[in-house]
Each structure stands twice: as C-alpha cells, then as structure tokens.
C-alpha cells in the first residue's frame, strides 16, 4: 500500500464520517469507489488522469521511459490510499500528491531512469518565443531541480515539487501534506536554500566559462 506521509493507514476514517468539502465535485466519488460501485474507479481515473500524468511528466521529464508504468502505479496507489482520505484538500489535490510521492519514489529507486533529461516541452513556449540560451538555462534549472529531488529528504521534496513545480500555495500544500503551514514554511524554506545552491554550482561555471573565445 502506498503510505503517504502524513496520512498513516492507522488513522483512516470511514468514508461516511468525512465532512462535505465545498466546491469538489469528485469527493462523492470517493465513497463510491471505495463501495465498488460498478464503473466508479474509471470515473475517477479519467478525472484526475490528466493531471497525474502531468505532475508526472514534471518530476520524471517527458521523454522519460517510465511515464507509463508511474501513471499505473499510480493510479492503483490513489484507489488504495483512498480509505485514508481525510477531506482536508481536494480530492485532485490528494490524486497530485499520490502521483507525485509515486514518481519521486521511482526516481530514487531506479537506477535506469534518466537524471538529465534534456527534453524542452516547446509548447510551452510558442508564445514567448525565448531565445536558445534561454530554452538552455531553463533545461538546466530544470535538471538540477530534478536532482536536488532525489537527494532532499522526502519531506522537503516532496514540499519542494509541490511548490515550485506544481505552483501550490504554502496553505495547499500544508492541506495536501497534513503539515502545519509553518512547517511547510521551513521545509520550503530549506528546500529553496539548498535549490539556490544547487543552481549557483550548476549555472555559474557556465557563466564563467561562456566569453573564453573572444
């Protein structure tokens, strides 16, 4: 099963006892697929699909050969987490954390996955249209970021990604983690620290180096 920091098997609460979240239309579905109500799990599934696969895609690169067996891990990891789901934040929230503990945990696990995926999604950006070294300097910051997620303890990581590369508020991700926002605060706090660092070792020699010829 997969245990989400935070959010301990021993702690479930039955389903029938969460309050109503406002807003989130697919908290009922929760209740149905832990039922097992005909087509429920598919319901869900396609819901929060699109954007598993793209917290995904995010942590592991797009060119990643594992994309599709993290999407299936996690898929079957939000269906078995979903009797400790709480209510606290949404139920797309708590599939994005899923899929994001899933992909972190492949990246350190698997030695065949790429750290250095060089891939640029360039649809992204048609309309600002940057220049070469531009579309370099955003490969790199993302390679080093990717990195820096293997090596931080879990709980900074995990903080890290939700912040900086899902772009979650410090009062999301708290809900998302079960943490107290100041302790989300400090963890992001550290985890920029170490990403600023991380980004100075990486980009500087690059500046230092880049007029050699003239």
């Not at 942590?59 to 606290?88: H, K, M, W, Y």
């Not at 992909?103 to 999604?121: G, K, M, N, P, V």
């Not at 992204?124 to 300097?137: G, N, T, Y």
């Amino acid at each position: 099963m997969l245990r989400l920091i935070g959010s301990p098997a021993a702690e479930q609460t039955p389903t029938k006892a969460l309050p109503a979240v406002p807003g989130d239309p697919l908290r009922p579905l929760v209740a149905r697929v832990i039922s097992r109500e005909a087509g429920a799990e598919r319901t869900l599934l396609m819901a929060v699909g699109p954007a598993m696969l793209g917290v995904v895609r995010r942590v592991l690169g797009s060119n990643s050969p594992d994309l599709e067996d993290v999407c299936q891990e996690s898929a079957i990891g939000l269906l078995t987490a979903l009797p400790t789901f709480r209510a606290e934040c949404s139920v797309l929230h708590f599939a994005c954390r899923v899929a994001l503990l899933t992909a972190l945990a492949t990246r350190r696990q698997r030695d065949r996955i790429s750290r250095d995926d060089d891939s640029i999604d360039l649809d992204r950006f048609i309309d600002d249209q940057p220049s070469p070294a531009e579309l370099v300097d955003a490969t790199r910051r993302r390679q080093c970021l990717r990195r820096l997620l293997d090596e931080l303890p879990l709980a900074q990581a995990e903080v890290l990604a939700l912040h900086v590369m899902l772009g979650y508020t410090v009062e999301e991700t708290g809900a998302m983690t079960n943490a107290p926002n100041n302790t989300v605060r400090s963890r992001l706090r550290r985890g920029l620290t170490a990403l600023r660092d991380a980004l100075a070792d990486t980009l500087e020699p690059q500046v230092a180096t880049g007029d050699c010829d003239e």
